[in-house]
Every structure is written in structure tokens, then in C-alpha cells.
């Protein structure tokens, strides 16, 4: 069975610098998707980034990106110039390919905290 | 953009009670998915559906049931309710579009067992 593992479960970061959050995972399945959620204090779960196990180049959407190294089983989130807003939890998540409609699996989570 | 839609927003029950949870999903997705975040835990799988059929199945209780119906929403009853029950029930979809991959979240329903 598949497991991730987020081994940070708080970080603090000041207001406009960069933090990197870390993410390993374990599974036996060469298709696979990760993604990161954000969890805000209201505790919707809101996609952050994703992933795809095949593609080599790191995703990226605005602030936030990815460094997928599949060998090594890591997938950190690095956000930059950090804002008040990004204050949340965030969860590393993994998904088992193959089309199907397969639950996800999530690490125990990171508490970002945001300093002003 | 149209988001999941998720009801009742807040439910407070007693022990031993039946409460049923109901979950729309994005329109043209025709997958749906539920999960149970507790207190201070991350979301725990639950079980899936897609075209009505039951598709994956994490650690949901016997006590607890789901179906998938023609227009793709979805409800997961919870007899027998536990003090434990109480916790953040999530529905998600995906679209069969692009593969399923990518799951989007509703706002959750908050349970309360006494």
C-alpha cells in the first residue's frame, strides 16, 4: 500500500520570503499523481498544484512550485513570496493512476504559518 | 466556475441516530468520492463511485453506505451513529475528462454526534 509522509508538521515563514514544504511518498506503481491541497482555517480543501509521476518538468502555477524527484520518491512544495493568505495547512497527496477513480491518499499534514 | 455542492452544512445528531449526507458534483463530472477528516487528522478515503457503480473503497464502516444515482449525485448514510462519527465529511469529483485524475472538493459537511 502506498504511504506519504510529510515529516514538517509546522513551519513558520516571514511575510514576502520563500518556504519549502517536504513530501515523500512510497509506492510500487510507475503511473501516479501528486498533488498538494491547501486547508484554510474555514477547512475547505482547495487544489494548490499537481503532478504527473511521467512528466519530468517540476509543475508550476504562479507563486507556487514543485520539485518532483522520482527516484529519490520526493515531491517538496516551494512557495514564494509568501502572503498572509497562504497561512493554512497544506497536504501532500498521492493518487494511484490508470483512468481510474481511485481515493487519495494523504500525508498527516504541514501547519504554515505566515509572520507579518 | 460551478463548485461541488455539499448538504446539509451542519448536522448535529444523537448516538445511535441515522443521518444521510448528499454531495452534487461539478457538472460533467461523473465521478464522486467521500472522505472523513476527524479533529486534527488528515481526510481518510471512504469509497467512490463513477457511471452509479461503486468504484474504490477505503475504511468506510459497515454502518455507513453510499450510492451513486442517475444524475450523478451522490449520498452516504450513517446509521448507528458513534460519538467518533463526529468529524468533516467531504465530497469530491472529478471529471471523466482528462482521466479522473484531479479531484476538486466541496466545502464539507460538519457532523456533530452527541
Known amino acids: 500500500a502506498q504511504t506519504v509522509t510529510q515529516s514538517q508538521p509546522e513551519m513558520s515563514v516571514q511575510e514576502a520570503e520563500t518556504v519549502t514544504l517536504s513530501c515523500t511518498y512510497d509506492t510500487s506503481e510507475s503511473d501516479y499523481y501528486l498533488f498538494w491541497y491547501k486547508q484554510p482555517p474555514s477547512r475547505q480543501m482547495i487544489l494548490v498544484i499537481r503532478?504527473?509521476?511521467?512528466?519530468?518538468q517540476n509543475a508550476t502555477e504562479n507563486r507556487f512550485s514543485v520539485n518532483f524527484q522520482k527516484a529519490a520518491k520526493s515531491f517538496s512544495l516551494k512557495i514564494s513570496d509568501s502572503q498572509l493568505g497562504d497561512a493554512a495547512m497544506y497536504f501532500c497527496?498521492?493518487?494511484f493512476g490508470g483512468g481510474g477513480a481511485d481515493g487519495l491518499t494523504f500525508g498527516k499534514g504541514t501547519h504554515l504559518i505566515i509572520q507579518p | 466556475a460551478a463548485g461541488v455542492i455539499q448538504s446539509p452544512r451542519h448536522l448535529i445528531k444523537e448516538k445511535r441516530e441515522t443521518a444521510t449526507l448528499k454531495c452534487y458534483p461539478i457538472?460533467?463530472?461523473?465521478?464522486v468520492y467521500w472522505y472523513q477528516q476527524g479533529p486534527g487528522q488528515d481526510p481518510q478515503f471512504l469509497i467512490s463511485?463513477?457511471?452509479?457503480?461503486?468504484?474504490d473503497k477505503g475504511s468506510i464502516p459497515d454502518r455507513f453506505s453510499a450510492q451513486q444515482f442517475s444524475d450523478y449525485h451522490s449520498e452516504l448514510n450513517m446509521s448507528s451513529l458513534e460519538l467518533g462519527d463526529s468529524a468533516l465529511y467531504f465530497c469530491?469529483?472529478?471529471?471523466?475528462?482528462?482521466?479522473?485524475?484531479?479531484?476538486?472538493f466541496g466545502p464539507g459537511t460538519r457532523l456533530l454526534v452527541l
Open positions: 457538472p460533467r463530472h461523473d465521478t
Open positions: 503532478q504527473e509521476a511521467y512528466k519530468q
Open positions: 463511485f463513477y457511471e452509479k457503480m461503486q468504484s
Open positions: 469530491a469529483s472529478s471529471p471523466l475528462a482528462g482521466g479522473r485524475e484531479t479531484q476538486y
Open positions: 497527496a498521492y493518487k
